[in-house]
């Protein structure tokens, strides 16, 4: 989003905003309602995307649940995990122990239940980096988006859409 901010899009096409999926999902009223079984943790990536609104009040309105912020780096923040392991070692350490008072505070438990507690983000490298705990905590990582999709268009969403692109069946793109 950084990025694209740089384009000055205003310029271009008068009256055009840039918003990250999730703030439009979020305007547009979309929203899980009645999710069982599962709470959530949100993972606020260092260059957040979403800069028209709160990220963790986006995440705790579209989850339709309160999504408490887990807070800290996750380490990887692009290429630092690879280019500066001593370091992106150090962060880790000290976002796992930020991930497990976030799971204690959620559940009074020190580990969760395979896919009871989830971790929430929106950036692949944070995603990747979240991942990392898995072993660990029980807590999975994954897309707002996914989650998302996964309750709201339920098993085989995923193929479906690939389904119908290569059919020429998904006509928008949003930018």
Same mark, same amino acid.
Not at 48 to 51: I, L, R
């Given at each position: 989003?950084d990025?694209?901010?740089k384009?000055?899009?205003?310029q271009?096409?008068p009256?055009?905003?840039?918003?990250?999926i999730?703030?439009y999902l979020?305007?547009?009223? &979309?929203?899980?309602?009645?999710?069982?079984?599962?709470? &959530?943790?949100y993972?606020?990536p260092c260059h957040?995307?979403?800069?028209t609104?709160d $990220?963790?009040k986006? $995440?705790?309105?579209?989850?339709?649940?309160?999504?408490p912020?887990?807070?800290?780096c996750?380490?990887e $923040?692009?290429?630092?995990a690879?280019s500066?392991?001593?370091?992106?070692?150090?962060?880790?350490?000290?976002k796992?122990?930020?991930y497990n008072?976030?799971?204690?505070?959620l559940? =009074?438990?020190p580990?969760?239940e395979k896919?009871?507690?989830?971790?929430l983000?929106?950036?692949?490298?944070?995603?990747? =980096?979240l991942?990392?705990?898995?072993?660990?905590?029980?807590?999975?990582?994954?897309?707002?988006?996914?989650e998302m999709?996964n309750?709201?268009? =339920?098993?085989g969403?995923?193929?479906?859409?690939?389904?119908? $692109?290569?059919a020429g069946g998904i006509?928008?793109?949003?930018?």
């Open positions: 989003m990025q694209l901010l384009y000055e899009f205003e271009i096409f009256g055009c905003r840039l918003l990250d999730h703030e979020l305007e547009k009223g &979309y929203k899980l309602e009645g999710v069982d079984g599962v709470q &959530y943790m993972h606020d957040t995307p979403m800069k609104h $990220a963790q986006t $995440a705790s309105t579209l989850m339709g649940t309160e999504v912020l887990n807070d800290r996750c380490g $923040a692009g290429t630092f690879v500066r392991p001593d370091i992106a070692s150090q962060v880790r350490f000290r796992e122990e930020e008072k976030g799971l204690e505070e559940t =009074g438990e580990t969760a896919g009871k507690v989830k971790m983000t929106s950036c692949p490298a944070c995603l990747q =980096g991942s990392r705990y898995e072993d660990d905590t029980g807590v999975e990582a994954d897309y707002i988006v996914i999709a309750h709201l268009l =339920g098993d969403w995923q193929e479906q859409f690939i389904e119908r $692109a290569q006509e928008k793109v949003l930018l």
